[in-house]
């Protein structure tokens, strides 16, 4: 089937800070009309920072949801910003570290049925203190825990922030495939 | 650190069919002032249709990241809906299966900076064939694949969407853990 949606119209609905809305008038695969509302993003990333079998997460305060939530460290690409130099800032601005090794473990879309928001996933090892700079406000307490509890925390639902458990996850899967 | 944000007022931006927007007006931890730009959603669940080791995935274009993406199949709440009636409602109108078995495997929030969505993950188990009634404006390909295959995609980069790399992953640990 030819999925592809053709745009007839998009009407700007909010400018914000985080985000824009747009509302787009679409011409669906069968020839009829209908509407798709998007929130656009610029992006993010997510680290996972690893040392000795223990990560660090951040516990910060969503307004979206009114709870606490425990994170990876994670941020929004500033304008012509690498994801990769963005993730780097982002572990300072956090944790205070500085990562020597980084590689990148996996993008994906946060929710594609409503944003175009992406998000960069990497695995942050072998660090290096360095002066944490904070967000201006931004306010976090830093958590260190060894990778197995984490993960317990994912599987019996303590942890309940997705990237946080895609980030998790596929390090888990990683450290595993590279043992073997 | 006291991390709770107080808001001070509250202004609707978009009242929408798939979302509204607001932005809040908050204390901060510090005793200063921001501003918090919210997507409110009324919540979705994703399901991994489980039959002899093969997934079911739907193929969907998604306006908002101009692509077509492949997913396990998914869907909003409606007003009053149970996550589980929701789960076997979207099952049938996107695969046209009736899952004999249905477990939580868990939610998550899709991106708690911005939105308050949350997503609840299950696995259905058992499949009735039953007639697909689609959901209109709703075009989508039906696709079945080894677990095994799938998860492959997603540590290539094929996978990008979030809730199902993170059902996969979490499907594939369940199984690990039953197993041993």
């Not at 020839?31 to 680290?47: K, P, Q």
Request: include cysteine; proline fraction near 5%; aromatic fraction near 8%.
């Amino acid at each position: 089937m030819v999925l592809h949606e053709k745009t007839l119209n998009s009407k700007k609905i909010y400018d914000g800070k985080i985000f824009r809305v747009r509302r787009d008038r679409v011409l669906l695969p069968d020839g009829s009309e209908g509407y798709r509302e998007i929130v656009e993003h610029g992006g993010a990333v997510a680290i996972v920072p690893l040392v000795d079998e223990q990560v660090y997460f951040v516990r910060q305060y969503r307004k979206p949801v009114e709870k606490v939530l425990l994170e990876i460290p994670a941020g929004r690409l500033e304008p012509g910003e690498s994801p990769a130099a963005c993730a780097r800032r982002e572990l300072t601005e956090e944790i205070g570290f500085w990562p020597r090794r980084l590689q990148q473990l996996a993008f994906f879309y946060s929710s594609p049925g409503f944003t175009n928001e992406i998000i960069h996933l990497y695995l942050a090892q072998e660090l290096k203190v360095k002066q944490a700079v904070k967000d201006e406000g931004e306010f976090l307490d830093v958590v260190k825990m060894p990778l197995a509890e984490a993960l317990k925390k994912v599987a019996c639902g303590e942890i309940t922030d997705g990237k946080t458990m895609t980030g998790l996850l596929l390090v888990a899967g990683h450290l595993a495939a590279i043992s073997q």
